[in-house]
């Protein structure tokens, strides 16, 4: 997955060049103008936001379930509706048993004993992680999945073997996984990174269009057994090609397009740098430009089912440390910004890019990942205002919508240099500034003292008898509210 490099979506500008050098404190900030249009581009939806883990977590019933009550109090702290999103590599490696004591078949056994060898255990709690390297799911697994996701008020993406399994034994597992779940299910997907499989999990001539009769073929099977199942897919990894392909052939038949990103990788290559990760990502773009027109093929909405900094596992020192806070918070806006229907970042154990990392035995923490997810958060449900931001060269982005009576204003700055960013509103009269609060910590490579929370005003805007003038240190962002007197933007169907 090689991937990412310089982006640019309306309502944003992104700079073009890497990072600079560090620059003297002395050095005067630099200076830009960010202003508000008054049209429409996209709503976020409210479950905007989610987690990815790997199938194999599902094997241990304690974990995602409603006893597990500080992960519970977890997610719900990140969104009130979210999506969890299960899947991975180790979907490919798993087996079903409505009873747990029937023996494996030879074909299952040899199947998880393939997947045992996979470093995506470690993102598995340490009952997983360290026992039998064995994925085998049963309905406990799925009734106490079914609580969990009642207790915290999100909703499930739930992938399949679609590997080194069967279609029998995926629509035995389906219709348990429907009837435990009910509508706190949005459907099934049907392979991971399925465009990686050629000469691995498939033969080497692998293609969309082998992948597409073999999808039809268990989809008719799992729906014989399950009724009106709803399907979600490609999850692809890098080809977006496939998802085109999906929205035009499949439009009638999937629910949700979905494939994955990472901004950098591999992990190990010192290459890989807070700089790196930070600096502006072309395939971004290409992105939302192939889930745009995709929705307009299929009129099915595109999710990043699985995402995150670095892949093959994340990078030491960047993805778990403040970067990525400040990597996450633009790049989830930015998907927001371009319609997307949501994002899952990949998590789970112990793993270095993990928004929440633990188990429930020792309990969990909040890792530099998971505070730019409630910075993005914030915009769950906002309208997003077609903006520009005049910054030149600098490394900031900005974004702007409302909702109901409030307009919320996110400024990311990316640079190790102060900007002054000053407000400019398109025919928005009687905007008032209420509140500000701020994504800061000791360092771009702190993994401890990050921080999102409110700070005084005085501290973060100089009033301006034209507009507001936010000062923005090096590496933070700035959220700010502010309380609309009912302006009526273009698109707005409020009264």
Avoid at 45 to 62: H, I, W
Avoid at 305 to 334: K, R, T
């Amino acid at each position: 997955m090689h991937r990412r490099d310089a982006l640019k979506i309306v309502g944003s500008a992104f700079a073009t060049s890497a990072l600079p050098g560090i620059l003297r404190g002395d050095t005067p900030p630099t200076a830009a103008t960010f202003t508000i249009g008054r049209k429409t581009i996209a709503t976020i939806p409210s479950d905007f936001m989610g987690l990815s883990y790997e199938s194999a977590q599902l094997s241990n019933p304690s974990f995602f379930s409603a006893s597990n009550t500080e992960l519970v109090k977890l997610y719900r702290e990140l969104s009130p509706q979210g999506v969890l999103r299960t899947g991975g590599n180790l979907s490919a490696f798993s087996a079903w048993r409505d009873d747990l004591s029937a023996p494996l078949t030879a074909a299952e056994k040899a199947g998880i004993d393939r997947g045992k060898n996979y470093w995506e255990w470690a993102l598995c709690d340490p009952t997983i992680a360290k026992g039998s390297h064995e994925a085998i799911f049963t309905p406990a697994s799925i009734e106490a999945l079914a609580g969990f996701l009642n207790a915290t008020g999100w909703k499930l993406l739930y992938g399949l073997n679609f590997g080194t399994g069967t279609p029998e034994q995926a629509a035995a597992e389906a219709a348990c996984v429907q009837r435990l779940v009910g509508k706190n299910l949005i459907g099934f997907q049907l392979g991971n990174e399925v465009d990686f499989w050629t000469g691995g999990l498939r033969s080497k001539n692998w293609d969309f269009d082998q992948y597409l009769a073999q999808w039809l073929e268990w989809v008719r099977i799992i729906r014989a057994k399950g009724g009106d199942t709803a399907f979600a897919g490609p999850d692809i990894a890098v080809r977006l090609d496939w998802v085109e392909k999906m929205a035009e052939r499949l439009k009638n038949e999937v629910v949700l397009l979905t494939g994955h990103h990472y901004a950098m990788g591999p992990a190990g290559d010192p290459q890989m740098n807070a700089a790196h990760l930070l600096r502006p990502d072309p395939e971004v773009a290409k992105e939302i430009v192939t889930a745009q027109r995709a929705k307009a093929i299929a009129g099915v909405s595109f999710r990043v089912s699985e995402c995150n900094s670095c892949f093959h596992g994340g990078q030491p020192g960047v993805s778990n440390a403040y970067a990525a806070s400040l990597w996450s918070a633009d790049y989830i806006l930015a998907l927001a910004q371009g319609g997307h229907a949501g994002v899952n970042l990949h998590s789970g154990g112990e793993g270095i890019y993990s928004p929440i990392t633990g188990d429930k035995d020792k309990g969990f923490t909040r890792q530099p990942l998971y505070f730019g997810m409630k910075f993005a958060q914030q915009f769950a449900g906002v309208s997003m205002l077609d903006s520009t931001l005049s910054v030149g060269g600098s490394n900031v982005t900005a974004y702007a919508g409302y909702k109901q009576d409030t307009l919320l204003v996110a400024i990311i700055n990316k640079e190790p240099a102060q900007v002054a960013i000053g407000i400019a509103f398109a025919d928005l009269k009687n905007a008032r500034l209420v509140e500000t609060w701020k994504l800061s910590a000791p360092s771009i490579d702190s993994t401890r003292g990050i921080t999102f929370a409110k700070v005084d005003l005085s501290s973060t805007v100089i009033h301006r008898k034209e507009s507001d003038l936010f000062q923005l240190e090096p590496y933070t962002a700035i959220l700010a509210r502010y309380s609309l007197n009912r302006p009526r933007f273009t698109g707005d169907t409020s009264g």
